[in-house]
């Protein structure tokens, strides 16, 4: 058997067995990067060979000692290039940030090693994880699983890339607006956003206003996700807004497989679409999802169109977005161009971040949180009256991975680098988890997601519709690129 045709949870099972070797698993994997890696640049930082093997071996000693780290022993994981890794490199994609050797990991990563997971080196990322598009001017461009010359999408797009061809078992991702699921979407894998609080990030500087961006599991199967979100999750006493219980469930393979067994007969789903037109669209993307929402209606579910109470417009909700993302984001960059001198090294959508951050009043940041609370009561209201509400993860199709970002769709001009994805703000806004499901393919070959979101701390809920959509989607051959 090629392990890396195995998901997370089938190799865990394997190793456990004695069916596979650590061994095996990593140099299999290892040759996977070789092979593909240099056609789209998704892994970085890759750690020295004999180095990998030689911790693959002390895990296999362990499992004959009778003794396993968790449901992750020994497996190959490359690890998201904003999170800290002990010992090494964490760029961020900038050239400020190129010498940056962490001396100890985030909490994130402390909780996968534990759960017996060998970092074997980084995914690529955006500079910063701005913008939905991963490229940067330390380690270049990652492109689309399905076609070279497309974008992975970001910022999670080394990470979804290196799960479509099959070079890592599983993924750790995050996502403000959208990272872990824009990029699922545009390589056919899957990703899921957790609720507000699920997944606690220590260190950070702002404990408090800063939530609007978490990490969380990537997975070509809904089972691994489910598994690494319940290695990732769980309070911590330093982040005071942490979800204070852990997820039941997923401690194991076969806990999790039963936590997500459910029927999903008489769940509705409202499609929210294009939301009456204020997303422009590009031509495909919401025939995708339609078809992607016939699926579930074949396993019982009911859809129906739905909209957005209009107790807030979107218009102030986007202004809300961006003054909120100037204040956390752009007041976050800030002191690494303390120096005039060092400004050149960062690129104009961060720089323009920063500006942003640094013209804002306090009163215009108080009026955006009014905004966001308003906006968080109108999805409230709707999620009383559906299960979930579906949205394309994206607003294009991947796009020419030598563009920097969309200016027009649909012949509307794109006034910042990330309008043409705003369809991706509304779960984080309001703080809800949402999962991206495979939707299926457009006309040229290129894959599109569908998010489902569901209220506050649903998480589980959200992972079981998930699961059962996946039932669906043999012939979509998910993680074969």
Known sequence: MDPTDLNAAELSEAVHAGDLSCREVMAAHLDRIDARN???????????RDELMAEAAACDEELAAGFTRGWLHGLPIAVKDLALTKGLRTTSGSRLLTDLVPEADCLMVARMRAAGCLVIGKTNVPEFGLGSHTYNDVFGTTVNAYDPTRSAGGSSGGAAVALATRMVPVADGSDYMGSLRNP???NNVFGFRPSQGRVPAWPTLDAFVGQLSTEGPMGRSVLDMALLLGTQAGPDLRVPLAIDSRLAGLDTVADARLTLADEPAGVRVGWLADLGGHLAMEPGVLDTCQAALHRLEALGCTVEPVALPSTVSLDQVW???????????????????????????????????????????????????QVRTAFHRAMVDLLRHVDVVALPTAQVWPFAADLHWPATVAGRNMDTYH??????????????????????????GLPMGLQLIGPQRADLDVLRLAAAYETTISDLRVGQA
């Open 419 to 444: 309008r043409w994805m705003e369809v991706t703000i509304y779960a984080t806004f309001a703080g809800l988890p949402a999962v991206a499901v495979p939707a299926g393919f457009g006309a040229a």
């Open 319 to 369: 202004d809300a977005w961006v003054t909120w993302r100037h204040q956390v984001v752009g007041n976050g960059l800030a002191p690494l161009v303390a120096d005039p001198a060092r400004r050149a090294l960062m690129k104009p959508e961060a720089q323009w971040e920063v500006d942003g951050g640094a013209a804002l009043s306090g009163a215009r940041f108080a009026a955006a949180a």
């Open 184 to 186: 699922a979407g545009w």
């Open 38 to 48: 240099p056609a789209v640049n998704a892994i970085v930082s890759l750690r020295p």
